[in-house]
């Protein structure tokens, strides 16, 4: 073993830092957490079940149910008494009524098990089981009924199956099984808790490693799985389904080059295995290599016809090349493979430019009313019944699709704006004129990036086709490398009361700024084409124009702004395939939009002449006077091509890939007013910064000025 693998032996378990959404200091095994009432009514109950005193633990369960009657674990402990007092076809009731409520539970068809065996009904008891492990592998209980049952019907060869695997749970230490199994069922943060504390003893363990990656997946703390499953590939390079989950680690970073890197040595292991085909061809869409990925996604639909998520991927790319009406069958036949699936429905509405037939109307309305439809299929089917009854003029029946949809994503989400806004006020402290003026010279000279900042829906879109369209200009993609950046310097360890960022500017010297600028200009070099230029769009950036201006001081940067009343109820309408966490709701839209403007007020008086505000009105107003003014401040001469953006093909993934397809048109730049009587709170949140936009236009004299200098 090599010095670098004892290191990641001794270190990989022990220096994961935790969810940064939580509490906790790296290494420590969990959080203190408060018990609810209705938790602490569960643990006595269960007690009572423990201890065999099954009709008194059904009563206060039965009772408990009445305060919570959607509660899992209450009806989950009703089935388990049920059946140990013999009331079987009570227990099965209780148990369907909790698999409409929860279908993602395993151990409630594992409980249907145990019920159809105490009734001596074979044949759907093994049914149950092996519904029970294909959601939760972990279920030795389950594995020990399916070996019999198989051993009883003969299945000789199904029988060794599941002896296996119930060998390999025997051969896992306990905490890893109970950790799987509280994963697989949802119950992360106590996987968290016991796979943490097994892995303080045991940090080389391979199993537990991996686990623990998983769980930061599913929590969204991508940094963690990639260095987890790196070092659990250096202990077991052949470990072919780590690997997989590393490509997945890499893409959720957007390392996209290494994860198609990745997925070619897993394809070159097993070539026709669909998931690693699958995870190789979304390597290429990262990649932009959409031929390929379409190529890839062909065959496989080929091969199973009725994969829906498949109809989706291609429907996906064919709309980012601008096949619009390929991508619409595709998104058709999503739908018809899956009936009321949401995701098919909301691409629909996301080209803004389709229209719903009332069949579709009609069927969406049923799929989101019915008990059994999922909440992810539930609140995309709310944010597609809202873009269909906007575009009929019900604009009331459409808000409240709108809003519910918006109430169903938000719960699903730990979000809460306060670490933004924490790190906005201390950018205010410490990036003032005078840092910055200590600075100068810091940095890498390169002045290839134009980055356009600002909020999804404020017309950054259109800006970005317009300087696409110049010859000397590379449109790429909503790029995540500063983020990134910002993320290492953050480092591992991590507290949120004090986080390291964006303090740790202050300590960067000339050469670490013109490292950390290089750094970018090379991991970026992917995107392009050989253009001298190319565009940056992630919006989110302007949370970093100190760090980009101290590591590239010769960027140009752009900020998109629009009405905050249009932009910001835009985001309200917007379903994000992800992040954009602050858009689900008025209030943290507003919020948002009051940081947004408080810290590009601040960029603007630090950094004068640094940044230019392009307002989408006047885009759409006078398109000639500020394409000239965008390409003047970029130093670009003036290309007849700019004026006519929407005959330039290329690839576009956001929401308004279709509208930049077309020329400018004035409809939509009011189209919040048609909302007006249910948005009063959303301008109340807004204050005086709902009026922000129109002193500026009315105050810049230099746009009063624009000229492209010639009669073009």
Same mark, same amino acid.
């Given at each position: 073993m090599t010095a670098e693998s004892r290191h990641?032996?001794?270190s990989a378990a022990t220096t994961v830092a935790p969810p940064r959404s939580r509490p906790l200091s790296a290494g420590t095994a969990h959080a203190t957490r408060t018990s609810s009432p209705v938790e602490a009514e569960v643990l006595r109950l269960r007690t009572l079940m423990e201890k065999g005193q099954f009709a008194a633990a059904l009563a206060g369960a039965e009772a408990l149910l009445e305060r919570v009657p959607e509660n899992r674990d209450v009806l989950y402990l009703i089935a388990v008494n049920r059946r140990y007092l013999n009331r079987i076809p009570e227990a099965l009731a209780a148990l369907e009524r909790c698999a409409r409520l929860h279908?993602?539970?395993?151990?409630l068809y594992q409980e249907r098990g145990h019920c159809y065996i105490a009734a001596r009904n074979p044949g759907p008891a093994l049914e149950a089981y092996l519904a029970a492990v294909r959601i939760n592998p972990a279920l030795p209980a389950s594995w020990n009924a399916i070996q019999v049952l198989f051993r009883s019907a003969g299945r000789s060869d199904d029988t060794r199956n599941a002896a296996a695997h119930l060998a390999e749970l025997e051969r896992l230490p306990a905490p890893v099984v109970t950790a799987t199994g509280l994963f697989a069922d949802g119950e992360i943060h106590a996987a968290e808790h016991v796979i943490r504390e097994f892995l303080l003893s045991n940090p080389d363990h391979v199993e537990g490693m991996r686990l623990l990656a998983q769980i930061g997946m599913k929590l969204e703390i991508y940094d963690d799985p990639e260095f987890l499953l790196e070092s659990v590939l250096v202990f077991a390079p052949g470990y072919h389904a780590a690997r997989y989950e590393y490509v997945q680690a890499l893409l959720a970073r957007h390392k996209s080059q290494k994860a198609l890197e990745e997925a070619r040595?897993?394809?070159?292991?097993?070539?026709?295995?669909?998931?690693?085909r699958t995870i190789y061809a979304t390597a290429c869409v990262a990649l932009g290599s959409y031929d390929e990925a379409l190529a890839v996604y062909r065959k496989l639909l080929d091969e199973a016809p009725r994969a829906a998520g498949l109809h989706l991927s291609i429907a996906h790319a064919l709309k980012t090349v601008g096949l619009q009406s390929e991508a619409v069958e595709s998104y058709r036949a999503a739908a018809a493979a899956a009936p009321g699936y949401g995701d098919a429905y909301w691409s629909l509405a996301n080209l803004k430019t389709y229209r719903f037939t009332d069949a579709e109307l009609e069927e969406m309305h049923r799929h989101a009313a019915l008990e059994t439809t999922t909440p992810?299929?539930?609140? +995309?089917?709310?944010?597609?019944?809202?873009?269909?009854?906007e575009d009929r003029g019900e604009y009331r029946r459409s808000f409240e699709f709108y809003e519910r949809g918006n109430e169903l994503k938000l719960k699903e989400l730990r979000f809460g704006l306060e670490p933004i806004e924490r790190t906005a006020r201390a950018q205010i402290s410490l990036c003032t004129r005078p840092f910055f003026a200590a600075r100068a010279g810091f940095g890498c000279p390169q002045p290839d990036p134009i980055f356009i900042v600002g909020l999804p829906r404020a017309g950054s879109t259109l800006l970005e086709q317009i300087l696409a369209s110049h010859s000397k200009v590379e449109g790429t993609l909503e790029l995540s490398d500063i983020p990134r950046l910002v993320n290492t310097l953050q480092g591992r360890v991590y507290d949120e009361s004090n986080p390291p960022?964006?303090?740790?500017?202050?300590?960067?010297?000339?050469?670490?700024?013109?490292?950390?600028?290089?750094?970018?200009?090379?991991?970026?070099?992917?995107?392009?084409?050989?253009?001298?230029?190319?565009?940056?769009? =992630?919006?989110?950036?302007?949370? +970093?124009?100190?760090?980009? +201006?101290?590591?590239?001081?010769?960027?140009?940067?752009?900020?998109?702004?629009?009405?905050? =009343?249009?932009?910001?109820?835009?985001?309200f309408k917007q379903l994000f395939a992800s992040g954009q966490e602050f858009t689900y709701g008025l209030d943290n839209i507003a919020r948002y939009y009051r940081c947004y403007v408080e810290l590009m007020d601040h960029w603007n008086e630090a950094l004068p002449g640094k940044i230019l505000r392009v307002n989408h009105e006047d885009v759409v107003e006078d398109l000639d006077a500020n394409v000239c003014r965008i390409l003047e401040f970029c130093g670009l001469e003036f290309e007849p091509a700019c004026l006519e953006f929407y005959k330039t093909e290329r690839k576009v993934r956001t929401a308004s890939s279709e509208q930049v397809r077309r020329p400018i048109f004035k409809e939509g730049v009011d189209q919040w007013?048609?909302?007006?009587?249910?948005?009063e709170p959303l301008k109340t949140a807004l204050g005086t910064n709902r009026r922000d936009n129109d002193a500026f236009r009315h105050d810049?004299?230099?746009?009063?000025?624009?000229?492209?200098?010639?009669?073009?």
């Open positions: 990641i032996k001794a279908p993602g539970y395993s151990r040595v897993l394809l070159d292991h097993e070539p026709e295995n669909r998931n690693y992810v299929d539930r609140y +995309h089917l709310c944010f597609a019944l809202g873009k269909a009854l960022y964006p303090g740790v500017l202050a300590s960067l010297d000339a050469a670490h700024c013109a490292r950390l600028g290089e750094i970018y200009l090379a991991d970026t070099q992917i995107y392009r084409t050989g253009r001298p230029f190319f565009i940056d769009k =992630m919006p989110n950036n302007f949370r +970093h124009i100190g760090l980009i +201006h101290l590591i590239l001081p010769n960027a140009k940067i752009i900020d998109a702004r629009r009405d905050p =009343m249009a932009c910001c109820f835009s985001n007013r048609k909302f007006e009587p249910w948005l810049d004299d230099a746009f009063q000025q624009a000229s492209c200098g010639n009669d073009t």
